[in-house]
Each structure stands twice: as C-alpha cells, then as structure tokens.
C-alpha cells in the first residue's frame, strides 16, 4: 500500500502523479500487487509502501546465521547519502547523479534470486545504519566477529571527493560515532573511509555471507545474472562476539 505525505498548496499535482507512477512500476517489477494507499497534507513530501507478504518459515535469511569462515558479499556500492547530499547543495556532477538513481533504483530482486541455490548464511540490506551499522547487526546477531577489507568494499567514486569536500548526511556522521563503540577501524585508513562505510543509504544491496568454498561460484553468477558490482568485502572470523574489524 502507498504512504504519502504532500505538500499539495507549494508543488503541483504533477509531481505527486510521477512519484506514485514510479513506485507503481517498481511493485510491477518485484511481482507484488499494489492494492491502494494513504495519504495526507505534509510541509515535505513523503512516500513509501507498506509491505505485507508470507514467507516459507523454514526459507527465511536472518542476520543470525554467519558462520566462521564464510565470505560477505556485498551487492550494490556506498556511496549514496554523501552523493544525495550532494546534489541538494548543487555540487553533484550529473554522472554521479545518474549513478546514484540507478543503484536506488535496482531492486535486490535479482541478486535475492541468484543467491537461493546457495548457502547464505546471514542476510541483511544495507540502508539507514550504513555497512557499518548492518554489520554489527550481523555480528552480534551472529555472536561473531567480522573483518570488513575497506579496499574491497564498492564506493561510487565521486563519493569520495563529495566525503572529502564534507558533503556528508548528519545520518552518517551519527551512524559513525554510534558504530565506533564496537566497531575498530585501522588508524592507517584515510577519514572519509568511516563516513562512507557508515553512510545512511537509499535502497542499497545485501549483504549476505556465504561458504568459501561457494564464492567464487556465487560472484560468477551474481556477475552473469546482470549484478556486476558484487564484491567479496571480508570475512567472519573468531573474536569477540558483536565487533566489527576495517583495515586496508
């Protein structure tokens, strides 16, 4: 069902019908079924669905289920709350404002679908609490320790000049000062590598973990089936439970 909040008296009605259209082809696009909506006068425009499903209970990706050793895979690259920051200041280039519309707009539809003949061990998205919020969920869900390689990790580049210029969410910074608690990052990695990990995000990827000896059979499939930026980005390793290691 559409959740919207609009601001009919300052944009026209326009506006709003483009927002519904697109929301309306993406429910198209994941196979589920648009069955009406709510919506209200707002200063700022608002929209999202409210989602209802069912699920095989015996089928479901929790964030609890790493194992040591597995492999995380992350799906889509960071980036996108600095890029969007960006653009309400008026410094974004347009190729990264063209970037960051066709990461949110991808649904994870397809890289769900290629990952169920394998063993996923823990799943979660990555998106409000930015990678390095997730991760921690994974991990203390998991009781494990994971060790995320920042040179690995997908970035849409222009983000890191965008960091760099301070163009960064007050979301992400805060993400950054909560994750720091449990999170260790390397003293040798530059500033900006902690406010792109922890960036806030629209619509990012997964992040799965999966088998070792899975992975390079999952990557090739990810990158075949049209997810081309997957990324081995770390590992669950044995350490304290709930704690998340970067280095290079």
Same mark, same amino acid.
Request: aromatic share 4%; charged share 15%.
């Given at each position: 069902?559409?959740?919207?909040?609009?601001?009919?008296?300052?944009l026209?009605?326009?506006v709003?019908?483009?927002i519904l259209?697109?929301?309306?082809e993406?429910?198209?696009?994941?196979?589920?079924?648009?069955l009406?909506?709510?919506?209200?006068?707002?200063?700022?425009?608002?929209y999202?669905?409210?989602v209802?499903?069912?699920?095989?209970?015996k089928?479901?990706?929790t964030n609890?289920?790493?194992?040591?050793?597995?492999?995380?895979?992350l799906t889509?690259?960071?980036?996108?709350?600095? #890029? +969007?920051? !960006?653009i309400?200041?008026?410094?974004a280039s347009? =190729?990264?404002?063209?970037k960051? @519309? *066709?990461?949110?707009?991808?649904?994870?539809?397809?890289?769900c679908?290629?990952?169920?003949?394998?063993?996923?061990?823990?799943?979660?998205?990555?998106?409000?609490?930015?990678?390095?919020?997730h991760?921690?969920? #994974? +991990?203390r !869900?998991?009781k494990?320790?994971?060790?995320l390689? =920042?040179?690995?990790?997908?970035? @849409? *580049?222009?983000?890191?000049?965008?960091?760099?210029?301070?163009?960064?969410?007050?979301g992400?910074?805060c993400?950054?000062?909560?994750?720091?608690k449990?999170?260790?990052?390397?003293?040798?990695?530059?500033?900006?590598?902690?406010?792109?990990?922890a960036?806030?995000?629209?619509?990012?990827?997964?992040?799965?973990?999966?088998? *070792?000896?899975?992975?390079?059979e999952?990557?090739?499939?990810l990158h075949q089936?049209?997810?081309?930026?997957?990324?081995?980005?770390?590992?669950?390793?044995?350490?304290?439970?709930?704690?998340?290691?970067v280095?290079?």
């Amino acid at each position: 069902m559409n959740i919207v909040g609009f601001p009919t008296q300052t944009l026209p009605l326009a506006v709003l019908g483009e927002i519904l259209r697109g929301g309306s082809e993406k429910v198209q696009e994941a196979g589920a079924v648009l069955l009406g909506g709510h919506s209200i006068q707002d200063k700022e425009p608002k929209y999202g669905l409210a989602v209802t499903g069912i699920v095989n209970p015996k089928k479901i990706w929790t964030n609890g289920g790493a194992r040591q050793g597995d492999v995380l895979i992350l799906t889509k690259p960071l980036g996108i709350g600095i #890029i +969007a920051t !960006a653009i309400k200041n008026g410094k974004a280039s347009e =190729a990264a404002q063209d970037k960051a @519309i *066709q990461v949110m707009s991808t649904l994870n539809k397809k890289a769900c679908e290629i990952l169920q003949p394998f063993d996923v061990g823990a799943c979660t998205d990555v998106t409000g609490f930015g990678l390095l919020g997730h991760s921690l969920e #994974i +991990a203390r !869900a998991s009781k494990c320790t994971l060790e995320l390689y =920042a040179g690995n990790i997908p970035v @849409i *580049q222009e983000a890191w000049d965008y960091a760099l210029a301070g163009y960064v969410p007050g979301g992400s910074k805060c993400n950054l000062e909560v994750a720091k608690k449990a999170c260790h990052l390397s003293p040798q990695l530059v500033p900006q590598v902690g406010l792109i990990l922890a960036d806030a995000i629209t619509s990012g990827g997964l992040l799965v973990t999966v088998p *070792q000896e899975q992975v390079q059979e999952v990557l090739l499939a990810l990158h075949q089936g049209g997810v081309l930026e997957a990324s081995p980005i770390g590992f669950v390793i044995e350490g304290e439970p709930g704690t998340v290691i970067v280095t290079q």
